[in-house]
């Protein structure tokens, strides 16, 4: 079965702009957990939705921001660029969510200039 | 404050050799996780480990629950180049609503 899908894997982009990242999880998974991983702070829980509502959040500023789509699908957002949110975001998904087994995506990098 | 602390931070070692690496915690799980990151990609699930002293092989990689269920430790023999990656520990316990890693360890195994 296809795994989880992140877009896009590598992105450039400016102090003061936006990005948006998407995320596909396996099918039949309703739970999609993002994460932030650098190399200083480790893994680091960003927010969790589970059909189509955010159900946790990590300690993240209110520049960053998710949704989920009736198919599963979620994106996330981070608005107004720090250089510091230069990081690999992974998405992860699950069945029940919460502390299910997670499926990684291969994640998108991000590097903010 | 990281609830949950590996040791080592970095591990380097040749090809052959043992090695083992703990996940520590002063809170009590109900299951913990172990995950392997190759350079380039997510997370892989190694193993669940779900009661207080079990043991779990995994060819090479074996894995223990602490009895008190703080603590855990992958083992693996005879390294091989293949092991290289970043191994990360996640619990699973009453309150937290979701998992909760531990800060990594990074192993490289030379040739």
């Known amino acids: 079965k296809a795994g989880v899908t992140q877009t896009p894997r590598y992105l450039i982009k400016t102090r003061g702009q936006q990005v948006t990242l998407s995320c596909s999880p396996i099918?039949?998974?309703?739970?999609v957990s993002w994460y932030q991983q650098t190399p200083g702070q480790g893994l680091q829980f960003l927010f969790e939705y589970f059909s189509e509502t955010q159900r946790n959040k990590g300690n993240f500023p209110g520049r960053f921001s998710g949704r989920q789509f009736s198919n599963s699908r979620s994106e996330m957002n981070v608005s107004t660029l720090e250089l510091g949110d230069s990081a690999l975001y992974l998405c992860?998904?699950?069945?029940?969510?919460?502390?299910?087994?997670?499926?990684f995506g291969a994640g998108s990098r991000l590097t903010v200039l | 404050t990281q609830l949950l602390e590996q040791s080592p931070q970095f591990l380097s070692i040749q090809e052959g050799e043992n090695l083992t690496v703990y996940c520590n915690s002063s809170?009590?799980?109900?299951?913990l996780q172990w995950y392997r990151q190759e350079p380039g990609e997510g997370p892989v699930l190694l193993v669940t480990v779900v009661t207080g002293g079990e043991v779990k092989k995994l060819k090479r990689l074996t894995f223990q629950f602490g009895d008190a269920r703080k603590d855990s430790s992958l083992h693996i023999t005879a390294a091989q180049p293949g092991d290289t990656g970043l191994y990360l520990c996640?619990?699973?316990?009453?309150?937290?609503?979701?998992?909760?890693f531990g800060t990594g360890t990074r192993l490289l195994v030379s040739p």
């Open positions: 809170s009590v799980f109900s299951s």
């Open positions: 996640a619990g699973a316990g009453v309150g937290f609503q979701k998992l909760v």
């Open positions: 099918s039949g998974h309703r739970s």
């Open positions: 992860a998904s699950s069945r029940t969510g919460g502390e299910d087994v997670l499926t």
